[in-house]
């Protein structure tokens, strides 16, 4: 494996992976980055199951409070009761557990398409489209390459992003 940073001039790739396959497959990766700018880090999945989360939690509390308020009312069989309790809590406590999952990743993914929304703002300032490699977009964009075989090079953005090229 071959690390290759774009901010150390003085890296010399010491093998016989020349720096011209490196060139053109970092030119792929920016070109396909920049193609899928506007997929990247959807939310509205998530957010559709948040909502859906939140209203079967609504759901549950409501019939977890007309349980309670029966039991008062009514005399209940205790075990029967505690049961059906037990039972509604837990599907409360389970929607809850993955309602926070659910918005952890959604406020992840937000965080990540900011921080690649500058890193595509880069990419659009460019003059035209990405046809040959630029050692400015390469600066600009790139923390480093990785070169593991002539075959398998990646590239790891500024974003943190890392794609094979």
Same mark, same amino acid.
């Given at each position: 494996m071959i690390k290759f940073c774009p *901010? !150390?001039? !003085?890296? #010399?790739? /010491? %093998?016989?992976? &020349?720096?011209?396959?490196?060139? #053109? @497959?970092?030119?792929? @990766?920016?070109?396909? $980055? *920049? %193609?899928?700018?506007?997929?990247?880090?959807? &939310? #509205?999945?998530?957010?559709t199951e948040r909502l859906r989360l939140q209203e079967e939690m609504n759901v549950v509390a409501e019939l977890i409070e007309q349980c309670v308020a029966e039991n008062a009312r009514v005399a209940l069989?205790?075990?029967?009761?505690? /049961? /059906?309790?037990?039972?509604?809590a837990g599907r409360f406590n389970r929607a809850k557990g993955r309602l926070s999952e659910v918005s952890q990743a959604i406020t992840e993914r937000q965080a990540k398409r900011e921080k690649i929304g500058r890193f595509v703002s880069a990419l659009e300032k460019r003059d035209g489209p990405? &046809? +040959? *490699?630029? +050692?400015?977009?390469?600066?600009?964009? $790139? +923390?480093?390459a990785t070169v593991y075989s002539r075959e398998d090079i990646r590239f790891t953005f500024k974003n943190g992003m890392e794609i094979k090229a």
């Open positions: *901010f !150390r001039r !003085r890296n #010399a790739i /010491k %093998s016989q992976i &020349t720096t011209h396959p490196i060139k #053109a @497959a970092g030119t792929a @990766a920016l070109c396909w $980055v *920049f %193609s899928i700018k506007d997929t990247l880090f959807g &939310t #509205a999945e998530l957010e069989d205790q075990t029967e009761y505690q /049961k /059906k309790y037990d039972g509604l990405l &046809t +040959e *490699f630029n +050692e400015d977009d390469w600066y600009s964009l $790139v +923390e480093y």
